[in-house]
C-alpha cells in the first residue's frame, strides 16, 4: 500500500470493514454473493493526500446499468447551470471555445453548453447515463477519460479551453495518466476546473459517509497544491461550496501560466492552523464515527422495540458505508424511499433494505425518516413539508445523531 499519487507510505486512520459497491442495487432473489472489499481510509507520510488503502476496479462500478443521476436535484441542477453560466461568460468566451467534461453523468453540467452552440465533449464510461446526455443534445463518448482518450480527442477536436470535472476526479485513483491527459488536451492557457468533497468539511462534521467505493480520494487545497506541481501544474484559484456537505472547487493551470489568486494562500493558510491533516485530527475524527455508528444503533434499536416505524429517505451511495458499517438492515430500517428509477424494486446493496418510490413515503408516513441523503435535507425537507407537519421526524446522523 503506497500513496497512488507521490509513491510515499500511507498510514491508516479509520477502518469500515467489508463493503459492497455502493451504487450496486441488488436484484430481489438474486442469491449471488455480492462484491466485497475492505473499505479503509490512509493519510500520505509524504504529500497528505487522503485515499483509500484498496481500490476496487473501475468496470466494477462504471459501466452501463450505473445508476447515480446529476439531475436528482433541484439544488444541484441550478448549481451546475450556474458554472456553466459563469464558464461561458469567462473561460469560453473566446473566439470557438472547447470544453470538456470528464464524468458528465447525464449531462446536467453540459446540456447548457450545448443550448449555447458552445463546442463540448463530455467523457463518461457508463452507458446508461452517457445515453441520457447524448438525449438532452450533449456530445458524448462512452469511455474513460485517461492519458490516451485525452490524446485521442486533441487529435480529433483540438485543443481544449477548459476541462472540468465534478464528483468525478476523486473517483479516479490512476491520477498521474490523468494529469497527463489534461497535459495533452488543454490549450497553454487552458484552466483544469474540478470540484469534490472537500476532506475539512468531511472531518468538521464527521461524515463519514463520504468515504465508500466509488470515493478514492479526499482533497485539500495542499495536497491538490503538490499533486498539481508533480504534473507541471499549479494550482491557482479554490473557491468552496456548499454542495453535497461542502466541497472546493480547485482551478490548476500550467506551471507559470497564470497568476494564483489570494484565495489559494487562504486556504492554505487556514488548513495549516486547523491542523486538518495532523494524527490527532484524524484520530478524533475515528473516534467520533465510532460513536455516531454507536449511538444510530442504539436510537434504532430502541425505536424498534417501542413499535415506532423508521423509514430511510435516500438510496445514496453514502448509505452503504452507513448501513454495512453499523450493520443496520431491514429489520431497522424497513424500507428507504428515492426518485432513481434504476434503485427502485431493487435492494440496497450489501444491507438489503427494499428501495422503493417517494410515494411509499406517504402512503402512511412512518414515525421517523432516516435521511441519508442529508446533503440534499433543504431541499427535501422542504418536498417534505407534510411529512414534518404531521408529527413525523427526522433522524440525522452527522455531525452526530439527533432528531429533528
Ligand atoms: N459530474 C456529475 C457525476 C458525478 S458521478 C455530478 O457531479 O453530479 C461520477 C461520474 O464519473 C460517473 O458518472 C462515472 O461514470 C464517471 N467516471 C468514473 N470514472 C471516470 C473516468 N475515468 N473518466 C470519466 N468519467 C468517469
Ligand atoms: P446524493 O446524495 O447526491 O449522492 P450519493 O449517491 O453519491 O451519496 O444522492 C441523493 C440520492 O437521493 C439519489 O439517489 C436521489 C435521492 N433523492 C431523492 O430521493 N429525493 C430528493 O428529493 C433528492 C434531492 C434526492
Ligand atoms: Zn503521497
Redesign the pocket.
Known sequence: MSCRVCSGRLSEFADFGPQPISDAFVEPGDTREEFSFRLAVGICQTCTMVQLLEEVP?ER??HEA?P?L?SGSAV?REH?EALAKTLLATELAGPDPFVV?????DG??LRSIADAGVRHLG????GG?ADLAAAKGVRVRK????EA?ARRIRDTDGPADVVY????LC??PYMES?LSGVDALLRPDGVFVFEDPYLADILERASFDQIYD?HFYFFTAGSVQRMAQRSGFELVDVERLPVHGGEVRYTLARRGARRPGPAVAELLAAEGSAGITDPATLRRFTARVEHIRDALVELLTGLRDEGATVAGYGATAKSATVLNYCGIGPELVPFVCDTTPAKQGRLTPGSRIPVRSPEAFSGPYPDYALLFAWNHAEEIMAKERAFRESGGRWILYVPEVHVV
Do not use: D
Not at 165 to 168: G, H
Open positions: 473501475r462500478m462504471f450505473y447515480y446529476s444541484m451546475f467534461e470528464l464524468g458528465c453523468n446536467t453540467m467523457v463518461e464510461p457508463s447515463v469511455e474513460f477519460f485517461e482518450t470535472a465534478a464528483n468525478t473517483h479516479i490523468i466509488e
